[in-house]
């Protein structure tokens, strides 16, 4: 490891893409997404390889772990947003056409490994259009090594418990949002 960037490969890709795909079909399964909803995604590739958050960062756990992502959210014709760490703000790596649709100012930035994190940088580096924006309202999210991705979901988000709770070494965390209540007791809901 040099400067908190991993160059070992002490661990298995196959597993953790396997993992990836799991929690990601399990989530998609109760949360529904219809076309061109958001996925987002934050990511601790030090906690995926049993290390402290910030302190490990693994190109290879975060490539691995996007080309899941982005795979699977294609399969679905969903966006997928992924958050940066601290070190920008918790800026988001999305596809251009994502920015569009949802009216979210671009931001110059580009993600590396210690600044930005190791999937925002895959994501950077794998989309097809990839620009950086400040913030978001998605639809869905999984946070992979208690990454704080809250702030990036709609309003009302709803936990989901998936069978598979960890991806390598890292606590997994899921959620979908609904839309909010509102009205009182004479209030008719779907």
Known sequence: MENGISTDNDFDIMKIKEE????????????????GDILVVGCSTSEVADHRIG????ADIGTAIFDELYRITKEHKIFLAVQCCEHLN???IVEKDCA???GL????????LKAGGSLATAAYAGLEHAVAVET??????IDIGDTLIGMHLKAVAVPVRTEQDRIGNAHVVCARTRAKYIGGERAAYH
């Open 105 to 112: 100012e671009i931001v110059n930035v580009m993600p590396r």
């Open 136 to 141: 978001i309202q998605a639809h869905a999210g």
């Open 55 to 58: 302190s490990f960062s693994s």
């Open 90 to 92: 918790r800026a988001l």
């Open 20 to 35: 990836t795909k799991k929690i990601s079909e399990e989530l998609l399964s109760a949360a529904l997404p219809e076309e």
């Open 100 to 102: 569009r649709v949802y």
